[in-house]
């Protein structure tokens, strides 16, 4: 069974950096695509940065670009993610999933079949 477990959120004042974890079992990162997505209540789930766990190739979200960094540690099944000059509006409960296939085009949550429990992350002003 696939089990993904995030860890790492917290609270911080903005400016600030988090390094979230995603561990990973019941499946190897071989060839497959993790995703970090992130959700405020009363809103859609947001696609926040992936990585191609095979070739290591990562994607992100406009609004991550240049402040996120997402990499893997594949001995221990474990993919990273670090956000720095953090905002308020980064607050959400942030979600590791993964799909046992490639990474497709954009974020769409229904690609992924297998989620974790999430991560709560606060920044304050």
């Known amino acids: 069974q696939v089990q993904l477990v995030e860890s790492g959120g917290g609270s911080v004042q903005a400016g600030g950096s988090l390094t979230l974890s995603c561990a990973a079992s019941?499946?190897?990162?071989?060839?497959?695509?993790v995703a970090w997505f992130r959700q405020v209540p009363g809103k859609a789930r947001e696609g926040v940065a992936k990585?191609?766990?095979?070739?290591?190739?990562?994607y992100y979200a406009d609004s991550m670009k240049g402040r996120s960094i997402i990499a893997q540690d594949k001995p221990k099944n474990t993919v990273y993610l670090q956000i720095n000059a953090l905002k308020p509006e980064d607050t959400a409960v942030y979600y590791c999933?993964?799909?046992?296939?490639?990474?497709?085009?954009?974020?769409?949550?229904?690609?992924?079949?297998?989620w974790g429990q999430g991560t709560q992350v606060t920044v304050s002003s």
């Open positions: 999933a993964a799909r046992a296939q490639t990474c497709v085009l954009g974020f769409y949550e229904g690609d992924y079949n297998n």
């Open positions: 019941g499946f190897t990162y071989s060839s497959n695509c």
């Open positions: 990585i191609l766990t095979g070739g290591g190739l990562t």
